[in-house]
């Protein structure tokens, strides 16, 4: 109903964005992304929940050819070291076994028939990292030898909160520390400036043809949603549907205060 009252095409800096804001975060990370391509290895992503560190890696491997690379994305890691395998091997199309030796084995085969045959270059992305077994982290490393460890035949990024950090820095992982070749940690969009930029845009490119939000409102999202795009979504939405209710044409300060308190109960 918000919509068409509004007329929108979609909820604002939601999923359905074709095109994310880039307030200096984005380019860098595309580097680096780039140079994992160029150089196959591991990559670390991290940031607190809600500063949309899945929706940036899945616009930038949304450009990718698929003649030249495929994408698995694993997000069910809160599981045994078995499971994520079997889940692993189901996404490069290989039947789940019971016994890791023979998941490996057959999962490697595909990783240097995709490399060596089909010239594709595996990437694997892993969210929620941060809930991996201690068991994956150790023999994680050994997975990812090839030919005597000699050649890089994939490239993953691990996504998670900042705990990650701290789990990996540990001495018992140096083995896999040392196959880190980039890391990345995103930051909230605390500044006001930014943040209204963030907002607006996030607006227009919904659909808006007109301004919504006092530079006031935009203030209240910001200190409420701590500059989290989430946080924020989710409090235009809920703004944007009282307003309609109310039949309004845009977003007083106080329908704004009404949708923060409606989410904070």
Request: hydrophobic share 40%.
């Given at each position: 109903m918000?919509?068409?009252?509004?007329?929108?095409?979609?909820?604002?800096?939601?999923k359905?964005?074709?095109?994310?804001?880039?307030?200096?975060?984005?380019?860098?990370?595309?580097?680096?992304?780039?140079?994992?391509?160029?150089?196959?290895?591991?990559?670390?992503?991290?940031?607190?929940?809600?500063?949309?560190?899945?929706?940036?890696?899945?616009?930038?491997?949304?450009?990718?050819?698929?003649?030249?690379?495929?994408?698995?994305?694993i997000?069910?890691?809160?599981?045994?070291?078995?499971?994520?395998?079997r889940?692993?091997?189901?996404?490069f199309?290989?039947?789940?076994?019971?016994?890791?030796?023979?998941?490996?084995?057959?999962?490697?085969?595909?990783?240097?028939?995709?490399?060596?045959?089909?010239?594709?270059?595996?990437?694997?992305?892993?969210?929620?990292?941060?809930?991996?077994?201690?068991?994956?982290?150790?023999?994680?490393p050994?997975?990812?030898?090839?030919?005597?460890?000699?050649?890089?035949?994939?490239?993953?990024w691990?996504?998670?909160?900042?705990?990650?950090?701290?789990?990996?820095?540990?001495?018992?992982?140096?083995?896999?520390?040392?196959?880190?070749?980039?890391?990345?940690?995103?930051?909230?969009?605390?500044?006001?400036?930014?943040?209204?930029?963030?907002?607006?845009?996030?607006?227009?490119?919904?659909?808006?043809?007109?301004?919504?939000?006092?530079?006031?409102?935009?203030?209240?999202?910001?200190?409420?949603?701590?500059?989290?795009?989430r946080?924020?979504?989710?409090?235009?939405?809920?703004?944007?549907?009282?307003?309609?209710?109310?039949?309004?044409?845009?977003?007083?300060?106080?329908?704004?205060?009404?949708?923060?308190?409606?989410?904070?109960?």
């Open positions: 918000y919509l068409q009252h509004f007329g929108l095409t979609h909820a604002p800096l939601g359905q964005c074709k095109k994310l804001w880039d307030g200096g975060q984005l380019k860098p990370l595309q580097q680096k992304f780039q140079w994992l391509l160029d150089s196959p290895g591991v990559g670390i992503l991290t940031a607190e929940p809600g500063l949309g560190k899945t929706a940036i890696l899945r616009h930038i491997t949304s450009t990718l050819n698929t003649h030249q690379y495929k994408v698995v994305y997000s069910e890691t809160d599981f045994s070291r078995l499971e994520f395998y889940q692993l091997s189901v996404a199309g290989l039947q789940p076994r019971y016994r890791r030796t023979q998941q490996w084995k057959e999962l490697k085969e595909r990783i240097v028939d995709l490399m060596d045959n089909k010239h594709i270059l595996p990437i694997l992305i892993i969210d929620e990292a941060q809930n991996l077994s201690h068991q994956f982290w150790c023999d994680f050994s997975f990812l030898n090839f030919s005597f460890d000699s050649r890089d035949m994939m490239t993953i691990f996504l998670g909160h900042p705990i990650l950090d701290i789990i990996l820095s540990r001495v018992v992982y140096e083995a896999l520390q040392s196959r880190i070749q980039v890391r990345h940690q995103l930051q909230s969009i605390n500044n006001p400036q930014a943040f209204s930029e963030f907002v607006k845009y996030g607006l227009q490119e919904a659909g808006a043809q007109q301004t919504l939000l006092s530079d006031s409102g935009i203030e209240l999202v910001r200190i409420a949603s701590q500059g989290k795009p946080l924020v979504h989710r409090l235009l939405v809920a703004s944007l549907q009282i307003a309609a209710d109310r039949n309004l044409n845009h977003l007083p300060d106080d329908t704004i205060q009404d949708a923060i308190a409606m989410l904070q109960k």
